[in-house]
């Protein structure tokens, strides 16, 4: 939908299409006034719209524009309903659990001349890229036979398969080049062969070039941060050393005591098969527990850390004591674990590591 991936839920008990909220702050598009009644949920609840707005559905290569409902919480980002389904002329096949739509309605995507001519094609066939791993793949376009140019990731193929091209210099030879394929996804990812993951881009050069003047003043390692602690007991020597390190590595430090998320990989847990969802109770607290609780909620939400949810699934908050006296904010998913398939996945052995700090000097706490 509007170049995002969403696993849509098709329920041939809605009469109208629904979107959420969220999803359509994350699209920017325009609500319109909603003028209908209110509307019933699938759990008997009545809601009022938020209003009405218009978007465009790519399914199978096809283009379809429809009007959904918004609505401030949904079970899923997107729901076909039956308005979308009879519009689109879709047929549902029980048996292989499939739907199809008409395309008599539908726009054809098609992919441009420019592209086509400067798609970077997989070479072999079926290509896997393991999880959150990087691999060479060879690629190919013939009409671009001895060049060379920046290749820059398919975005639909990232946003689909979470797998994309380091943007880089590719010099092609007899239409050929090998190019970095990177999986960030936490699945095993197949790339069939034909298909577009880059395409090249021409690049200037820059034929004129500027004199250096040699200094003869010494070089500073750096400028010292005075918002990095250091122990005061070290030589001089030794507090411009660690100044440096943090320096040259000061993307691995936090700028804020805030707790931060990632979005380019999504957690998937598997259950063991026929589980019905666990909705566990909170657990009692105490009135300053609560009020603990209800503030590090209020700054999760206000950080984007955690999302309002109206899951099937519910595990209770536990506080724990940290040796500083203050609470950890902590989730009892022990009853979870214990119906989640286990995804055992090798991990690099301490010992090890241990062998490699055995000469450090320094070591964190």
Known sequence: MEGWELNALVDTGADYSVISQKMVKKLNKVVTQWSGSQIRTAGGHIITPLGRCTARLEIR???????????????????????FLRANGAVINLRRSS???????????EESEERRLTALRVVHDDVTVPPRCSIMVLVENDALYNREGIADTNVGLFLNKGVCVARGLVHLTNGRADVLLTNFSNELQHIAQGTAIAYLHDFCMVTELCSLTTSTTRPVACNIDTSVTVNQSLPDS?????????KEFS????????????SITKHRIITQDDTRPICQHPYRVS?????????QVEEMLSDDVIQPSNSPWASPVV???KKDNTLRFCVDYR???????????????????????RSAKFSPP
């Open 335 to 357: 009853k979870l674990n214990s119906v989640t398939k286990r995804d055992v996945y090798p991990l690099p052995r301490i010992d090890d590591t241990l062998d490699r700090l």
């Open 99 to 109: 739907v199809s739509f008409s395309t008599e309605r539908a726009i054809p995507v």
């Open 319 to 321: 506080l724990v004591k």
């Open 251 to 262: 993307d691995c430090f936090s700028s804020t005591s805030k707790v931060q998320r990632t």
């Open 287 to 295: 009135q300053k527990e609560r009020e603990i609780i209800k503030k």
């Open 238 to 246: 030794q507090k411009k050393q660690i100044y440096a390190l943090v």
């Open 61 to 83: 290569g096809f283009i379809y524009v429809a009007d959904f409902i918004v609505l401030p919480e949904c079970s899923r980002e997107l729901i076909i309903g039956m308005d």
